[in-house]
């Protein structure tokens, strides 16, 4: 909870400078932050670039408890860390200090009951809003999840709340503390509403003519003569002494569409100028790999070109210039956009392009006022919409202040055009005043119904990359305000406008023929104020919201402009992981069936997102590991594995992963699978109900569906203080390269953790409850591998149960409690814990039950041999059956499904075969097995039908090193019957992992020891010794 005012007067510099590595404070940030301290609620508005990040992150840094922060940004949250977060609210007493959520999340009543339980233990230090703009109807981007905000002050009344925005006028402002109910106790209330005046940017605004399309030439022209001012002999060892390029002059150039977007990249890089596109429609790796060459200012990534998809978040301190290629949106757009130019306080440039094209299309959209101003400061125009009333001096910071005269000529020439005095002066007409029956002025726009029906505004729903629909209209049509300049009459069917303290009506423009008024001077016409565009933009924006689509969906790369979901489809796959993939995609590409996949989390599933791949990732680092230890034994002299930088490590290890899910994504679309992010319910074998991000639901009929779904890994809830440990997907998420760490498990996933913390470094616990682990393998891996751990270091607690977990508050740490012996013992000061015991089917909420679809015991879904269910129609397969639970078996019955249930004649009793399934572990050493292991083959055939052959010895790489240097390597052959058939294979050492799967091959086809005999060895390997085993 918040602190007291001494306390945090001694903390805040301390912290400022220790955490954030800043030694002062912007003026007002300390009074900010100290109020947020004192338990207050707070408003701010601020101007971008005034670091209002800041003034919830310190307080967040000082304070004991949770922070919630609610903002339009997404993160890119893996499945992992949600559940990681989960539980970590569920314990009451979070070690988080900051949680950032999204509104939508706020709405759902899972995450309000752990917030619910974190008040009640009295941890729920602080409820902060950013973007909170998007609260009001009366903002430029309004979202009907943030006004349910308002529900952090019904449920938590004495939890401060701080609100932050860059564009609020005062009647946003007034709806934003009533919305949130902070007006009701205005003694607890501080208000900081800064300027939004930033002195550091010269806004221009360039007029171009349609005709000559000079906006391109003006551009270049410019910024090339920036080049060659930077190229002077003055200038250009002074650069090169700072190290940058001539060419670095960071820039964004904005414009409206995806095509213009590539184009004109495409043609600045023509012109040698290193500019690079960016909108939703790129791979993610390509956006990822585009911002981070242009944050580090790379040549040739000096420019992004891109839409307005691009920026919120983004905090990169030397953009020198922003260009708006055309018209944006709204002035608050115009305002934010511009806004990140020249954060690090040097001048920087702000071009706004107009031609009478944009003009025509501002009109046609029903967006904009104009922006022909020869009468007023821009940036006075920007203040008085921000209700100050006392604007600051513009320093010749804007073209009206520089040359006044030449702004009038350039607008002349560039928007000169024969209709114009026509259309101004037809403008005459329609701004007799229209008023009638009194509305009262509060009513949000939203609310002003029209009298006729308006022009509907189509927009573009996506649930994958190829869709595109219209979208029903909203009930209660936006309006626009009364403006001097209409829309030209031959835009318009209807035009429409509302008085400031009038109701809307819609009115039908005059005959053409209408006698027209006395001829006005052009420049009279063309001189409408930069503050009309801020009049106009009042209105709430109806579009999803462009902050949103910045960054992904909650917990999905995909953007929130979905398309609408097809009704029908032949083929519908609930769960993205690799089984539902390659059943899906087979289907669709291969056999034409028409196949639509459900994932409400990450494609790919367990195996790409936190099991098989990341962890052979992190397993290559501990391999490396121990090459540099052992480098020595070989005559090279290297620093040993310390210090290894883990936060790097996994930050290319999570961008990897990234960009995995992208590929997936594509590799649906160009299969022509429809992808939708959302979650799936069973209404009946042929109807799935599907909801949405957005909460949306619908119904989608298929002729047939499949279950993959997969499986959770679980916590023991009967361990007190389980909670404060993670389940195995939750090592991923792991920052810090810890001191300590124990893992609970004797599988193959806690022993491959383990061998991979200990060759990093870390002091390693792994409790398990008997005398080996990776009991389903053989004996001599069993006990080969368990004696192997012990050798090096990993500390195996044999025989034991955890019966308690206990944290220190202060610390973090925590205390391990078991029994082992018999006697009660304790593992203390460990970093994290990692529970490794298990998963379960992810079949919660499906509405399995209500359909009739059969689970077992276990909770497993029941399939025969064919993946069938017990309902026709539904089939299922993976980790959600409980039968071998690897990433290769889910694929291959994925695709025999496919074929069977699509592909010709001859799949019709396509299955998969489950016998004889390879599969490796990389633990330290690697093992590997195929087929029965010495128990299964006893059981089987008897022990005097059986042949064992094995081997064990010390591979060549180990032949060079010491003695306690060198792993061990041990091979067993079972064979069976007079003929000697290969019924299981058994292999511990290096390189066991790549070895197994050439002689698996061989073992499924029935090899025998004859054949293994008759195969000339490969010299010097270890493998040979598989084919002269006597």
Known sequence: MPLARSDSLQDIDFTLRRQFNKTTFRPYQREIILAALDGKDVFVQAATSFGKSLCFQLPAVINTGTNVDARTLNSNIPLAERDRIYQDLATGHPRTRLLYVT???????????????????????????????????????????????????????????????????EQVRKDILST??????????????????????????????????????????WLKGVYLRRAAADRKPELEASGERVENVPGIIYTISRDECESLAAALRCDQIGARPFHAKLPKEIKEETLARWIANEPGYDI???????????????????????????????????GRAGRDGNASYCFLYYAREDRDRVCNMNKQARLESLTSCRHAAICRYFGEEQVPECDYACDWHKDAPGLKRRMMKGLASEEWPWWHQYANILLRPVQAVYAPPSLPPTQVRSLTPRRQKTTRRRHHPQGTSTRPPPSAAPSTRLRPIPPHPHQHHQHHYQQRQGPTYYIAPPPRDTPLPRRRDNTQCLMQPLSLLARRTLLPSVS?????????????????????????????????????????????????????????KRLGGTCVNVGCVPKKVTFNAAAIAETIHQAKSYGFSVQETAPFDWHTFKQKRDAYIQRLNGIYERNLANDKVEYVHGWAKLLSRNEVEVT?????????????????????????????????????????????????????????????????????????????????????????IQEGVTKEYERLGVKVHKRSETTKVEKDEKTGKLTIHYKEGGSENTVSDVDHLIWAIGRTPATAGLGLDSVGVKLNDNGYVVVDEYQNTTVENIYALGDVTGQVELTPVAIAAGRRLAARLYGPEQFRTAKLDYSNIPSVVFAHPEVGAIGLTEPQAVEKYGRENLKIYKTSFTAMYYAMMDPQDKAPTAYKLICAGPEEKVVGLHIMGLGSGEMLQGFGVAVKMGATKADFDNCVAIHPTSAEELVTLK
């Not at 519908?572 to 590409?589: D, M, P, Y």
């Open 103 to 169: 509104p939508e999340l706020c709405s759902l009543d899972r995450f309000r009951d752990r917030l619910k339980f974190v008040y009640e233990q009295k941890e729920l230090a602080r409820i902060v809003v950013d973007e909170a703009h998007c609260i009001s109807e009366w903002g430029h981007d309004f979202r009907k999840d943030f006004k349910r905000l308002s529900w952090f002050r019904e449920t938590f009344p004495d939890v401060p709340m701080m609100c932050l925005t860059a564009t609020a006028n």
């Open 180 to 221: 949130l109910g902070l007006d009701k106790t205005p003694e607890r209330l501080r208000n900081f509403t800064m300027t939004a005046h930033r002195p550091n940017l010269h806004l221009e605004v360039r007029f171009t003519s349609d005709e000559a399309n000079d906006r391109y030439d003006d551009f270049v022209t």
């Open 304 to 338: 992004i070109v891109a839409t307005t998809a691009f920026g919120m978040g983004i905090d990169k301190e030397n953009v020198r210039f922003v260009v708006h290629w055309r018209l944006p949106k709204s002035f608050e757009g115009y305002y934010q956009e511009a």
């Open 544 to 600: 999803a919201s462009s902050r949103i689509n910045t960054i992904s969906r909650h917990f999905s790369q995909t953007s929130l402009a979905m398309a609408p979901i097809s009704n029908e489809t032949d083929f519908l796959v609930i769960g993205g992981g690799s089984g539902g993939l390659g059943a899906a995609r087979a289907a669709s590409a291969k056999y034409g069936a028409k196949a639509m996949v459900i994932e409400g």
């Open 692 to 780: 949405l991000d957005d909460g949306t639901k619908t119904v989608v009929n298929a002729k047939k569906i499949l279950i993959a779904v997969g499986g959770n890994p679980t916590i023991p809830p009967q361990i007190p203080g389980s909670e404060f440990g993670t389940n195995s997907d939750g090592f991923f998420d792991i920052d810090t390269l810890p001191k300590k760490v124990a893992l609970v498990g004797a599988g193959y996933i806690a022993v491959e953790f383990a061998g991979m913390f200990n060759a990093l470094g870390v002091e390693t616990h792994l409790f398990i409850r008997y005398d080996t682990f990776l009991r389903h393998f053989d004996p001599m």
